[in-house]
């Protein structure tokens, strides 16, 4: 069974930093693509950044280009999403979702649940 | 940025109706459309891709139709698990961006 966990979420001040992880199991994480995505409240779903499998290409939203990134650890099964100077509008749920073996992938099939976010003075 | 726009934002139904749910996007995305069930505190689950394409597990009564810009998820007998939100993407071109969702509420 694919599951996908986040984690690392929580309260953070504008222009801080933190970093979400994605535990990934039940399929062979180092063959696909991941996507971060994220929801602010009562808004829909948005686009973050996309890493290749080996990690060599990343791709970006531009509301977050340059502040945040992406990352993974293949031999963990993890993905990472490092947030520096986050702004409030950066506040929402972010989830973790699988792609497909290509980069640009057509769908993505499993998401994770979620981790929240909230950016506050 | 391709903008997805769709319709209604809401619904009320009962149990056994028909349900269809539509999404039309700024400019031709050919087929790149796929549609996305959120239930609250759940992952967001794969519906179908490709316009027409069933996710594996997923019921029969939920079925897609479109092309280009005009796109409908149809549930063809709703029943009491799929009370939740419905989101339409597209992937055509990047970045990939989402409708704004549809609730379907029980009536």
């Known amino acids: 069974e694919v599951q996908l966990v986040e984690s690392g979420g929580g309260l953070v001040q504008p222009g801080g930093s933190l970093r979400l992880s994605c535990s990934a199991s039940g399929f062979m994480f180092s063959s696909y693509t991941m996507h971060w995505v994220r929801q602010a409240p009562g808004q829909r779903l948005e686009y973050v950044s996309a890493i290749s499998s080996n990690g060599g290409t990343r791709d970006y939203a531009d509301s977050v280009k340059d502040r945040f990134t992406i990352s993974r650890d293949n031999s963990k099964n993890t993905l990472y999403l490092q947030m520096t100077s986050p702004r409030t509008e950066d506040t929402g749920l972010y989830f973790c979702v699988k792609g497909t073996y290509d980069f640009w992938s057509a769908y993505w099939d499993y998401w994770g649940r979620g981790a929240l976010v909230t950016v506050s003075p | 940025d391709i903008q997805m726009t769709q319709s209604p934002s809401s619904l009320s139904a009962s149990v056994g109706d028909r349900v269809t749910i539509t999404c039309r996007a700024s400019?031709?995305?050919?087929?790149?459309l796929n549609w996305y069930q959120q239930k609250p505190g759940k992952a967001p689950k794969l519906l179908i891709y490709?316009?027409?394409t069933l996710q594996s597990g997923v019921p029969s009564r939920f079925s897609g139709s479109g092309s280009g810009t005009d796109f409908t998820l149809t549930v063809s007998s709703l029943q009491p698990e799929d009370f939740a939100a419905y989101y339409c993407?597209?992937?055509?071109?990047?970045?990939?961006?989402f409708g704004g969702g549809t609730k379907v509420e029980i009536k």
């Open positions: 490709g316009t027409s």
């Open positions: 993407q597209q992937t055509y071109s990047s970045p990939p961006t």
């Open positions: 400019q031709s995305i050919r087929n790149y």
